[in-house]
C-alpha cells in the first residue's frame, strides 16, 4: 500500500515529509503508540493514542502490536467517553504498511499481518463511543484504513498539502470488499467508483467536499482545540449513547465478519504476485540506493 507514496516521491513529489520518506523508510524505530487520558467536563475521559514509528508511522507487525496494546488500554477503562488517534511522526499520520514487512513474505508471515491489521481496525471501529481520527499529515494505504475506522477524520490543510486515500489498485492490489462499502458509507456510491478503481489518493480539499474527511483546519493547534470542545461539550447519557453506537455499527461488523477469510485469501494472491512482489523489490533498491547517496 506503501508504493504510492514511494513512486510520487520519486517522480513527482517535493513535500518535506516525501522527502524524509525516501531517505529513511528503512530505517528503523521504537513502535509506540502510547494512550493518555484527560478527565471530560462532562465526566468520563478521553483517550489519545498517539503512534509514533518513525519516519512516517509505517504498519508491520510490531507497530501493529502496540496499536493493539493502545487499544487494550482503552477498552479497560471504563469510562472513556471518546477516543481520538492521532500521530507524533511529522508529515504523517501514516504511509500504511511497510514495504519491507510485505517484501517475500510468506503466507503464514503475512496472514498474520493482514489479520492483525483488520483486528485492529474492527477493534477502533466497534468501540461504542464517539472517536476522531486526527490527521496532520498523509494518511495513505492502511493509515487512511485506520482513520477511516474512526467515527470523524479532521485534518490540517496545511501550505503542503498531505495525501489521503486508498491507493491499494495502484500497486495492482483489490479494495477489499468491506473497505470499498466502509468508503461508499461515507462518501457515496458515484464517488467509491470514480475513485477506488484508480487507486487516487486525495487532497484535504477534496477529501473533505467528497465526506471523507468531516473538517479541515489550517493548523495542528487549531484541529487539537476543536477536538476539546467537541469532546467537552457533549453531555448525553453515556449508556444511551453507547448502545446507540452499537446498534448503528452492528450491521457493518456482522457484515465483516462475514467475508473475513475471504478477503485474507484474495490479499495473499494479490501480495504473493510476481508483479506485486517485483514492484516491491525495486522500490527498496531504489530507496536503498537513494539512501546511500550524501545529503
Request: with cysteine; net charge positive.
Amino acid at each position: 500500500m506503501t508504493l504510492v507514496l514511494v513512486r510520487r516521491a520519486f517522480v513527482a513529489c517535493r513535500s518535506h515529509a516525501c522527502d524524509m520518506l525516501q531517505h529513511r523508510l528503512m530505517s528503523a524505530g521504537p513502535k509506540l503508540a502510547p494512550v493518555a487520558f484527560t478527565a471530560l467536563d462532562g465526566g468520563g475521559q478521553l483517550a489519545k493514542i498517539t503512534m509514533n514509528y518513525p519516519p512516517a508511522n509505517l504498519f508491520d507487525s510490531s507497530s501493529l502490536q502496540a496499536l493493539g496494546a493502545a487499544m487494550d488500554t482503552v477498552e479497560a477503562t471504563s469510562d472513556v467517553r471518546g477516543l481520538v488517534l492521532q500521530s507524533d511522526v511529522r508529515g504523517f499520520f501514516s504511509a500504511g504498511f511497510s514495504l519491507p514487512a510485505l517484501y517475500n513474505v510468506d503466507r503464514a508471515g503475512f496472514e498474520r499481518l493482514w489479520v492483525t491489521g483488520k483486528h485492529v481496525f474492527r477493534r477502533i471501529y466497534a468501540l461504542p463511543v464517539p472517536s476522531i481520527a486526527a490527521i496532520d499529515g498523509h494518511a495513505l494505504g492502511l493509515g487512511c484504513v485506520m482513520a477511516m475506522a474512526c467515527q470523524r477524520r479532521f485534518m490540517v490543510a496545511s501550505e503542503r498539502p498531505p495525501l489521503i486515500g486508498l491507493n491499494e489498485v495502484a500497486v495492482g492490489m483489490p479494495v477489499p470488499e468491506w473497505l470499498a462499502t466502509r468508503f461508499r458509507d461515507l462518501t457515496s456510491t458515484r464517488d467509491a467508483e470514480l475513485i477506488l478503481p484508480r487507486g487516487s489518493s486525495l487532497s484535504p480539499t477534496q477529501a473533505h467536499k467528497i465526506g471523507l474527511v468531516d473538517s479541515l483546519y489550517v493548523s495542528r493547534s487549531e484541529m487539537d482545540d476543536a477536538i476539546h470542545s467537541d469532546f467537552n461539550s457533549c453531555r448525553v447519557s453515556a449508556r444511551a449513547q453507547q448502545e446507540t453506537i452499537r446498534g448503528l455499527r452492528r450491521q457493518f461488523l456482522d457484515y465483516f465478519d462475514t467475508c473475513f477469510d475471504q478477503d485474507t485469501e484474495l490479499f495473499w494472491q494479490a501480495i504473493s504476485s510476481h508483479e506485486t512482489q517485483t514492484a516491491i523489490g525495486n522500490a527498496l533498491a531504489q530507496l536503498k540506493a537513494k539512501s546511500r547517496k550524501p545529503n
